[in-house]
T-cell receptor, first 112, second 114 residues
Framework: DAKTTQPNSMESNEEEPVHLPCNHS???????IHWYRQLPSQGPEYVIH???SNVNNRMASLAIAEDRKSSTLILHRATLRDAAVYYC?????????????FGKGTRLHILP | DAGVTQSPTHLIKTRGQQVTLRCSPK?????VSWYQQALGQGPQFIFQ???????QRGNFPDRFSGHQFPNYSSELNVNALLLGDSALYLC?????????????FGEGSRLTVL
């Protein structure tokens, strides 16, 4: 079973911010939170990851709750190209665990 | 710098046959993981190879086997194909010493079993 819970789908208008939630209530102290997205007919691609503090990169921002039991991926200005399935996953640095468990992710629809 | 490349991109097999899928990792990466993705589902971890050995394995039968070569490239073999093996097979590479670093995925090999 996936260790994270995400909504099945979300919709957003083009050029507006998008907040994609993820619950991970059983997260351990050594779990990093990673986000990947999968565009149609492509393999997943890395978006962002973090441990405790909020993180920003050129693609997105990651906001992590203080208790680390949830996080939110923020796309600041959605474009049509951001329509994809977004996966929130946990990676345990202590276990060198690459047996990553993907859930079904959130399918993001962008409306022009 | 080439990313992860997989071959073939598409193939069709019949039940009972055997298939070999190939993966070349991103330059400089030493770890290769394989995933199976059924239609409408997230990728499911099959196994991971590092230093030419299987290091971790998901919940897949022994019909699924693999190999990693000295140049870090990898093969996934599936024997006695079943209809349910029809899926997109994804290869991901990473650098072992960066154990929280990003995985780079290929575009996958789509297998259809008739």
């Amino acid at each position: 079973d996936a260790k994270t819970t995400q909504p099945n789908s979300m919709e957003s208008n083009e050029e507006e911010p998008v907040h994609l939630p993820c619950n991970h209530s059983t997260i351990s102290g050594t779990d990093y939170i990673h986000w990947y997205r999968q565009l149609p007919s492509q393999g997943p691609e890395y978006v962002i990851h973090g441990l405790t503090s909020n993180v920003n990169n050129r693609m997105a921002s990651l906001a992590i709750a203080e208790d680390r039991k949830s996080s939110t991926l923020i796309l600041h200005r959605a474009t049509l190209r951001d329509a994809a399935v977004y996966y929130c996953i946990l990676r345990d640095v202590a276990e060198k665990d690459d047996k990553i468990i993907f859930g079904k992710g959130t399918r993001l629809h962008i409306l022009p | 710098d080439a990313g992860v490349t997989q071959s073939p991109t598409h193939l069709i097999k019949t039940r009972g046959q055997q298939v070999t899928l190939r993966c070349s990792p991103k330059s400089g990466h030493d770890t290769v993981s394989w995933y199976q993705q059924a239609l409408g589902q997230g990728p499911q971890f099959i196994f991971q190879y590092y230093e030419e050995e299987e290091r971790q394995r998901g919940n897949f039968p022994d019909r699924f086997s693999g190999h990693q070569f000295p140049n870090y490239s990898s093969e996934l073999n599936v024997n006695a194909l079943l209809l349910g093996d029809s899926a997109l097979y994804l290869c991901a590479s990473s650098l072992d010493r960066l154990n929280t670093g990003e995985l780079f995925f290929g575009e996958g090999s789509r297998l259809t079993v008739l």
